[in-house]
Structures are given as C-alpha cells and as structure tokens.
C-alpha cells in the first residue's frame, strides 16, 4: 500500500532535516579548524619574526622587580606582578608583565608547579596574553612563557610583531658595544698597571 501525502511529506522532512543536521556538523567542524588554523598561523608569525624569541630575551635579561616603576593600569594591578619590562619604540608605549604567579595542584591536591600570567601592552591594548612556568633551582628563579596554542589567551598582531625584534637587536648592539668599551678600559688599566708596578731590570 503506497504512503499517503501527508506520510510522504513527514518522510521528506526527516530526511531534510538529517540532512541540514549533517551539514551543520560540518561546517561547525570547518569552523573550528578554520580557528584553530588562524591561531597556529599567527603565531607562525611570531616565530617568522623571532618575536617570541625576543620577548624571552627582553624578560629574562631586562626584566626588573623594582615596585616603585610599577605603577599598573586597568589591565594590571600593580601587587599581583612578579616582573615586568616597560619601554618606547619609535614613539611606540609598550608594557609587558609576569603577574598573577600562583600553586598549581592536582586533584589530588599534590602541588604541580608555579605558573602565572604573561601580558604584552602595546598602545595600552593587551595585544599578548599566556601562560608561564616557573622553575626554581639552586641558584636561580626562572620564568619561561608558554607559546603553545592551547597556552595563548589573546593574541592581536600589527607592527608591535617587527619592532620588538629591532629594538631587541637594537639593546644587545648596545650591550656588545658597551663590553667592548669596559673590556678596552679595563685592558689599558692593566697596561698601566704592569708598567708602572713591574720592571725585568737587567733582565731586558
């Protein structure tokens, strides 16, 4: 016995709507790879520029603990940071932060580690926000960010991307001159030094 119109149409319905369900996991699925794909290549940006690296270097050798030149903003509270580097670039504010450091533990309630917050201002925008760890060993306190896609919280590029590289070049040409300098200081004060304090005598 053939199906009636009305059994036919309810028939057309339900595979129409399996169908639309079908096609809306999918583009919900292309959505989120489209997501994930846009985080991982802006942060193949980061590493193209060697941004990341030059943000290691500027938090690990000019970082400071100094509390009176931390004044925090909106997005900091000045008692919850742990480090921070805050300088101008072509005319460019940038402020950068290890805050919030805190235990972290296990279900278990077994400690795990020590991890914080790192956040990049650039133009008082938070345009960098992830994690960090810290290790401690005998005779120092380290801090590495994280640059692993499932650590970055917020990230928004523009020129910040090239010239932080340029000015980390620009610090470490400085250092090296200034090393050269103290070295040759240091070396004509020797000199000056054998000279007037030693003598071979008869033994020329």
């Known amino acids: 016995m053939g199906k009636s119109h009305i059994q036919r149409a309810v028939s057309k319905k339900v595979e129409t709507d399996t169908r639309d369900s079908s096609y809306r996991g999918y583009f919900r699925s292309m959505d989120i790879e489209e997501a994930r794909s ?3 290549k802006a942060l193949g940006v980061l590493v193209k520029h060697q941004t990341d690296k030059a943000i290691d ?9 100094d509390s009176p030149r931390i004044k925090g903003n909106d997005q900091i509270d000045a008692e919850s940071v742990n480090r921070c580097w805050i300088f101008d670039y072509k005319e460019k504010h940038y402020e950068m ?48 960010i ?5 650590s970055i919280k917020a990230l928004l590029l523009s020129k910040w991307v090239e010239d932080i590289p340029e000015y980390v070049d620009r610090e470490q040409a400085e250092i090296e001159e200034r090393k050269k300098k103290d070295e040759t200081i240091a070396e004509k004060a020797e000199i000056e030094d054998i000279e007037s304090n030693l003598s071979l005598g008869d033994y020329e």
Not at 105 to 112: C, L
Not at 146 to 150: A, F, G, L, T
């Open 38 to 40: 846009k985080k991982s």
């Open 57 to 65: 270097w500027l938090m690990e050798y000019k970082g400071f603990y």
């Open 97 to 144: 932060y290890f805050h919030n450091e805190r235990t972290t533990y296990f279900p278990d309630g077994e400690s795990w580690g020590e991890q914080g917050e790192f956040v990049l201002i650039f133009e008082d925008e938070v345009v960098l926000k992830t994690t960090y760890s810290v290790e401690d060993d005998d005779y120092q306190r380290d801090r590495k």
């Open 146 to 150: 994280s640059w692993r896609e499932s």
